[in-house]
């Protein structure tokens, strides 16, 4: 083996050791620090800017105790009715997208929430093979450094649910003027209902769609019955 190809195996060599070490202790740390700001955060505030708004950002951190049972139930049954089974990755939804994407329908994801939750605070938005790939590898660590509690309490607390509006929290007190604890199943399955483009759809107008969605919820809610991690 050349001089110069073994440098370039050590410097690879390195960088990967020191990539690792780094990814696990920053994801080690979010099992204890709450993430303070997300890459979408920051991305939606240079948005506003280039539009000339001003920089909005309202969040405001509950522990999963503390929330309603009905959000956390919400959240599992819009976006991830395996959540507490799959050890993060839910193949029969990612091979259902892959179909529909590959014949040309409207471009679908088969993200879980522990992909969402690793794609949300450690990631930047985007759909490229890179992005995934770090997506799945720091879903593998959440999964196997946070626990299924954890990774919902963070996803509910950093997911994006309107413009400017960051977490259940922000968005109960946003649309319904009172706390995420508070929230029945009706109020907590519309907005779970608008997670897929809480851009475009909003709880304070609903859409025929959007109001499908949230009966659509709201079956899977009651079918689903008690939350068990």
Partial sequence: ?????????????????????????????????????????????????????TFKTEKDWVDLEDMSDNIKRAAIAGEDQLFVHHAGFDIKAIGRAYSANKQGSTVRGGSTISQQTAKNVFLWPGRSWLR????????????????????????????????????????????????????NRSQASLIVACFPNPIRWTPLHPTRFIKHRQYLIMNNIRRLGPLKF
């Avoid at 202790?25 to 506003?48: D, G, K, S």
């Fill in 1 to 53: 083996m050349s001089k110069n190809k073994s440098k370039v195996i050590a410097w690879i060599t390195r960088i990967a050791v020191w990539f690792v070490s780094v990814s696990v202790l920053w994801v080690l740390a979010y099992r204890f620090i709450n993430p303070p700001i997300t890459m979408l955060m920051i991305m939606r505030n240079i948005e506003r800017k280039s539009d000339g708004k």
């Fill in 132 to 183: 995934k790939g770090f997506e799945a590898y720091f879903t593998l660590l959440i999964e196997l450094l946070w626990g299924k509690e954890r990774i919902l309490e963070v996803y509910l607390n950093v997911i994006e649910m309107g413009d400017g509006i960051y977490g259940a929290e922000a968005a109960s007190q946003s649309y319904y003027q009172k706390s995420c604890k508070n929230l």
